[in-house]
């Protein structure tokens, strides 16, 4: 072992089903890893074929066809390079989430994958079955070990490399980016290259699918567990990773460039701004519209929207009611006009008069409530479902997760969308967003952030009128929803119990409306979506108090 190792880590964007995209682009980044990288081994994500996670595409017979002629053409079509892909093998009724190295157009060895995630948004059981034994294959004479993903979280299949003669272990990953997502990769990461004395790269996938987005972020640690190369989060880009001989037998990380990580905002803000492009391209929609309201959550998605998209493919519509101050459209259309996006105004009062002469009958002798609060929101839902229809743009809904979370939203009406934005920020946490974006360039009028939040469906009307002040619901949300604690845990905390009751309630009987929201870009623990599945129809109760009803919107 006298020559140094050169691996180039694509840490690349796919489209899940695109097969044959995906070979292409594989194809395309091993030339340049070979020609312009002098790399002698490329590595692929996980499930890279496929692009991930593909769930029950895997589950098509047509799919492990295309499967199989997608990694003959990759090996085909890749010599003079090393090349190491994740994809789905099926072995007659097994199917593996395995890693391929190829070489000079055959398939030198494969790994199966032996840690199956199944908790959060991973449910891998339902279509692979678990490998158990090690892979180490010689390339440029040393001696690598091959693992995916899970693997690397517990104990088990790195020490089974190393026993196995490895003395560098690769990792190919597809894991999705929570905030905090990144220490916790290389807290693991770090146990197990001090716990085997072995160098290894972490490779991630880097872009959106649905709800979930991957964040990039591959790195390099030696044996000693220090990070000696990092990738930049949120871009698609080919990195070089050199190998040196280290006199004893193995080999360590040349050091590289190591990327800044990014702050909370910065990343939670880059996150949504790559879920949301991702979301629209890849369903090949022609741009975005969104019910600008002048108030700081659409303001956030309209900042968002052109972030990820350019202000030409994004529309704002403004739609005042009689309950529309007029600081509200002031805000909305000097916000539009920072950000250089085509704002309309279409009042919705025409509308709000024919429903409700339409209902008059029916609603006779009943007071105002949340029913006529409701078709306004549902006269604004039409109006940019009708646009999107006519245009082919999708609607970007502005609810954020504290409305989701306790049912503060009207369906069919501000939830009418296609895609969420920031269905997974609380309501603290959108101006925290918002004040980075405007550090970059303000383009929120300041008067945005101090005026009390409304609905403005109603005179005079306030969140806190029908909520606890946002920094208590945030904090009693974060710690029933994402920590999974009961009621007398959260009220020893300090929390009013009266609150806290009220609070789990409303979360508990809103399931039927997060259940027909739109998908949104998953930043937290726990998502609402994929990642936190409960029944609609339900006898558990840990509240302890019944919530008022906001709205007539029972299910039935």
């Not at 490399?161 to 990792?171: K, Q």
């Not at 929101?377 to 504290?402: D, E, Q, Y």
């Not at 945005?448 to 009307?461: G, H, I, K, N």
């Amino acid at each position: 072992m006298t020559a140094s190792l050169r691996i180039a880590m694509a840490q690349l964007d796919f489209l899940v089903g695109d097969v044959a995209g995906n070979t292409e682009r594989m194809i395309a980044a091993a030339a340049r890893a070979r020609t312009g990288l002098a790399a002698d081994c490329v590595v692929f994500p996980e499930l890279a074929l496929t692009g991930s996670p593909p769930e029950d595409l895997l589950l098509r017979p047509a799919m492990d066809e295309r499967v199989r002629a997608g990694l003959a053409r990759l090996a085909r079509e890749t010599r003079g390079i090393d090349v190491i892909v994740g994809y789905p093998r099926r072995l007659g009724e097994r199917l593996y989430n395995a890693a391929s190295l190829l070489r000079d157009g055959e398939v030198v060895t494969t790994y199966h994958k032996q840690w199956l995630p199944n908790y959060s948004v991973f449910d891998e059981k339902r279509y692979f079955v678990a490998g158990t034994e090690p892979c180490v294959v010689p390339v440029k004479g040393i001696p690598v070990g091959l693992t995916v993903c899970e693997d690397i979280w517990r104990p088990g299949p790195v020490e089974q490399c190393v026993g196995a003669g490895a003395r560098l272990v690769v990792n190919l990953n597809a894991s999705p980016f929570h905030l905090g997502k990144r220490l916790e990769r290389e807290a693991a990461l770090r146990a197990r290259a001090l716990a085997a004395h072995v160098p290894m790269l972490y490779l991630n996938l880097v872009g959106g699918q649905d709800e979930l987005v991957f964040d990039g972020e591959s790195f390099v640690m030696d044996a000693a567990g220090a990070v000696t190369q990092r990738a930049r989060a949120w871009k698609s880009e080919l990195v070089v990773a050199e190998f040196c001989p280290d006199g004893e037998g193995g080999v360590a990380p040349v050091p590289g460039d190591v990327a800044t990580p990014l702050s909370d905002e910065a990343a939670l803000y880059r996150a949504i701004v790559l879920g949301v492009r991702d979301y629209v391209d890849k369903n090949r929609f022609s741009g975005a519209v969104i019910g600008l309201s002048g108030g700081i959550d659409s303001a956030l998605t309209l900042a968002i929207a052109v972030d990820a998209l350019g202000p030409g493919r994004v529309e704002a519509v403004m739609m005042p009611s009689r309950y529309t101050a007029a600081m509200s459209r002031e805000d909305a259309l000097a916000q539009a006009a920072a950000l250089g996006v085509d704002c309309r105004e279409i009042p919705i009062e025409p509308a709000f008069e024919a429903f409700l002469a339409l209902l008059r009958g029916e609603f006779a002798g009943a007071p105002a409530d949340t029913a006529e609060e409701n078709i306004q929101a549902r006269c604004r839902g039409i109006i940019l479902m009708a646009i999107s229809n006519k245009k082919g743009k999708i609607v970007l809904t502005t609810g954020n997760k504290s409305e989701l979370a306790v049912g503060y939203a009207t369906l069919y009406g501000d939830m009418a969308g296609g895609y969420a934005p920031i269905k997974d920020v609380p309501k603290t946490l959108v101006y925290r967003l918002a004040r980075y974006r405007n550090a970059l360039g303000a383009v929120i009028p300041e008067r945005v952030f101090t005026r009390p939040p409304s609905a403005e469906l109603a005179p005079d009307q306030k969140d806190e009128d029908s909520l606890p002040p946002y920094p208590v619901l945030d904090a009693i949300l974060e710690r029933y929803i994402e920590r999974d604690m009961g009621a007398e845990q959260i009220v020893a905390e300090g929390f009013d119990a009266s609150t806290v009751g009220r609070c789990i309630a409303l979360v508990n009987r809103n399931e039927y409306k997060r259940r027909q929201a739109s998908p949104g870009v998953r930043v937290s623990r726990r998502a609402f979506g994929r990642d936190r599945r409960y029944p609609i129809t339900s006898g558990f109760d840990d509240a302890g108090a019944a919530p008022p009803r906001r709205d007539g919107e029972a299910p039935v």
